[in-house]
């Protein structure tokens, strides 16, 4: 049984470009969650998706949005790149059924920003 | 809104030896606690979480946690750790009407033969 797999692993763009992070869940799991990490920090919250809507955001811009699929994997964008958006990004993936439910971690994409 | 602080940055420890990490949150409602472990250049794997129950929650690897609601604290315990349990401890919470894991800063446990 395949766990959360996320792609790419490690990516380098410039200031001002645009990314995107890809996520699939793992086997039977509704929900994928999005954290950034940055070097010496724990977690931050960016948002959840569920039934392919956006349904808790943390406290990050627009600039950060989000979209889930049908067969529930999920997509981080990130529009105008800044340097201080150099981190890991994780993805973890859950059950719908609240915030009892453990979330499960990707490996994570490294995006170094220059 | 949930907070979490872990008291140890960094927590060196000889091989064998116990081990014990701190955590203490904040939160005006009933909260879910966890703790995570990252090893180098890896994602987050769950030890053990706390969701109601007897305060004492054992986890994987000889891992073991205990709720105190008065202290607001969720400290982690080793009886004897190995080389192989060298990596970073995070602390998080969960509302009980919330989605989102609000995680501490870390602490690093470097465990020295």
């Known amino acids: 049984d395949a766990g959360v797999t996320q792609s790419p692993t490690h990516l380098i763009k410039t200031r001002g470009q645009q990314v995107t992070l890809r996520c699939s869940p793992k086997s039977g799991h509704d929900t994928v969650s999005w954290y950034q990490q940055a070097l010496g920090q724990g977690p931050q919250f960016i948002f959840q998706y569920y039934e392919e809507e956006e349904r808790q955001r943390g406290n990050f811009p627009d600039r950060f949005s989000g979209h889930q699929f049908p067969n529930y994997s999920s997509e981080l964008n990130v529009n105008a790149l800044l340097l201080g958006d150099s981190a890991l990004y994780l993805c973890?993936?859950?059950?719908?059924?609240?915030?009892?439910?453990?979330?499960?971690f990707g490996p994570g994409t490294r995006l170094l920003v220059l | 809104a949930q907070s979490v602080t872990q008291l140890d940055s960094q927590v060196p420890v000889f091989e064998e030896a116990p081990v014990e990490l701190r955590c203490n949150y904040s939160?005006?409602?009933?909260?879910?606690l966890f703790w995570y472990v990252q090893y180098p250049n890896q994602g987050l794997q769950l030890l053990l979480k706390y969701l109601s129950g007897s305060t004492l929650v054992k986890g994987i690897n000889g891992f073991e946690a205990e709720f105190n609601k008065s202290q607001t604290s969720f400290h982690l315990r080793k009886p004897s750790v190995h080389i192989s349990d060298t990596a970073e401890y995070f602390c998080a919470v969960s509302a009980s009407n919330d989605y989102k894991l609000s995680f501490g800063a870390g602490t690093t446990v470097t465990v020295r033969a």
């Open positions: 939160s005006s409602v009933s909260v879910y």
């Open positions: 973890a993936s859950s059950l719908a059924l609240g915030a009892q439910e453990t979330q499960y």
